[in-house]
């Protein structure tokens, strides 16, 4: 395997630190509203590293975050009249309601900061004792220019100690010192602990250093998170975990980039904000964005729309009907070497493709000349067992790394309906076995009609509709 390193901007070898289990850590959502697609297009690309790394035969423990507690959460929580853990539970569910939409895989760990602050406090006096954090009337500070490595990941320059912020997200290159702990004030309500150190509350960029040291140890294999997150919550990361473990902290950081919309940054006030949810009510499938979004390598832009999401929920479609027409094939004869040598050589190049620093977009390629070969052998109505069973293996397999194919269910009695329709096609009474059509058409179900009044049920995708 190789893998962009941020930190060397180099394509490197991927070697764990410990080849027994590979430790990667991804930031995670901030549960404090539903999340937009630009934010599934990384969680679907922390899918493609775990089933990548899995499928490269490694072990993984993945952990990621929920950010329960930060500037937006208790903002939010208080708009809505909302304690916070009420407010980010309901978050937090929503989140896993979106990724199990696109076929994400869970992670081992999904840390909450609120669950994690003993660590955090930990950490946060080990670095008051070590010179780097020190008390301000308004919180504790971290003091970028103590760490001489600061700015390595991202280029920032340490501004030597000028000016401190208090807020979670700030500009790029205002490497200002950085709140490690906030001291309550009145916008903070009942959210503060005031054990140790002052009454209130940890600020963002300390829950990471704190889950990951808690759950993967000082150094972690992969770190990634959206290209946004370099500066200033990865490069404040380093200087806290650094600072603190006196350990190298991540060997690996990889950034997948932005999702933009029709060209355009995704912003509430240009009105082309979306979330997963707002693509389900234009009736698409939620698997053809991810399809969208593994077509791009992840390094670079990606232009969401809905015509070019139209595209994918077809070729879906054709993916869905090519592998049904497999399992409909007479399996008899000898194998064909051809076919067998197409089957070997495009599954190698599959697991080259996306081995190489997860260019899932090349992968893809080989993932559709499988794809056409089996539209190929459906022309000629028959396979042998052999080489359905290779298909089959490799489709399989290609599955775990990408993750396009997602199986459901046609309930048992549209088979019935279908076959009733099927009479009535054959006695020709087309106005009765059309409203047969439209009963399984209501159930999101469609029919493909095939020679010789055979007949697929698929799931009906409307193209977007
Ligand atoms: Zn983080």
């Not at 899995?54 to 208790?74: H, M």
């Not at 500009?171 to 140790?196: I, Q, R």
């Not at 053809?288 to 070729?315: A, C, P």
Request: one cysteine or more; aromatic letters at 12%.
């Amino acid at each position: 395997m190789q893998v962009y390193n941020t930190l060397s901007k180099k394509i490197e070898k991927f070697t764990p630190v410990n080849e027994d289990e590979v430790k990667l850590y991804c930031c995670g959502p901030t549960v404090y509203d539903f999340v937009h697609i630009g934010n599934i297009r990384t969680f679907i690309f922390y899918d493609i590293i775990r089933r990548t790394l899995l499928g490269s035969g490694f072990k993984v423990k993945q952990v990621i975050n929920l950010t329960d507690v930060d500037d937006k959460t208790i903002k939010n929580s208080k708009i809505r009249g909302m304690g916070l853990k009420e407010f980010t539970d309901k978050y937090t569910e929503y989140f896993f309601e979106d990724i199990d939409k696109v076929n994400i895989k869970r992670a081992e760990v999904y840390p909450r900061a609120t669950e994690n602050i003993e660590e955090m406090k930990a950490i946060i006096l080990g670095l008051l004792e070590k010179g780097y954090a020190y008390t301000a009337d308004d919180g504790i500070y971290y003091s970028v220019s103590k760490f001489k490595d600061y700015g390595k990941l991202s280029g920032a320059k340490a501004d030597g100690g000028l000016s401190r912020i208090k807020n979670d997200e700030y500009d790029k290159e205002n490497a200002t010192d950085f709140a490690l702990w906030k001291n309550w004030t009145e916008n903070d309500g009942d959210v503060y602990w005031d054990k140790e150190l002052p009454k209130g509350r940890p600020g963002w960029h300390i829950e990471c250093s704190a889950m990951s040291l808690r759950y993967l140890g000082e150094t972690l294999d992969i770190h990634s998170g959206a290209v946004d997150l370099i500066f200033p919550h990865h490069e404040n990361e380093i200087a806290q975990s650094e600072a603190y473990n006196g350990k190298k902290f991540v060997k690996y950081w990889v950034h997948p980039e932005h999702l933009l919309v029709n060209g355009k940054k995704m912003s509430k006030s240009l009105y082309n904000f979306f979330t997963l949810r707002d693509i389900e009510k234009q009736e698409f499938d939620p698997m053809s964005f991810r399809l969208m979004i593994i077509d791009t390598h992840y390094r670079s832009k990606l232009d969401f729309s809905f015509e070019s999401l139209r595209k994918y929920e077809k070729t879906l479609e054709d993916i869905d009907i090519a592998l049904k027409l497999l399992e409909k094939l007479e399996k008899i004869g000898p194998a064909d070497t051809e076919t067998m040598d197409i089957i070997k050589n495009e599954s190698n190049d599959f697991e080259d493709a996306i081995g190489k620093d997860f260019d899932t977009h090349s992968a893809l390629l080989h993932f559709f000349k499988i794809i056409d070969l089996i539209n190929a052998k459906a022309q000629k109505g028959k396979i042998s067992l052999m080489e359905y069973d290779n298909l089959i293996e490799t489709i399989d397999t290609m599955n775990g790394f990408i993750g396009v194919i997602k199986d459901y269910v046609v309930p048992k009695n549209l088979f019935k309906i279908a076959e009733e329709r099927k009479s009535l096609r054959q006695s020709g009474d087309w106005k009765e076995a059309d409203k047969k059509r439209n009963v399984i058409k209501d159930a999101g179900f469609k029919i493909i009609d095939l020679a010789n009044s055979d007949y697929l049920i698929i799931k009906d995708r409307k193209y977007g509709r």
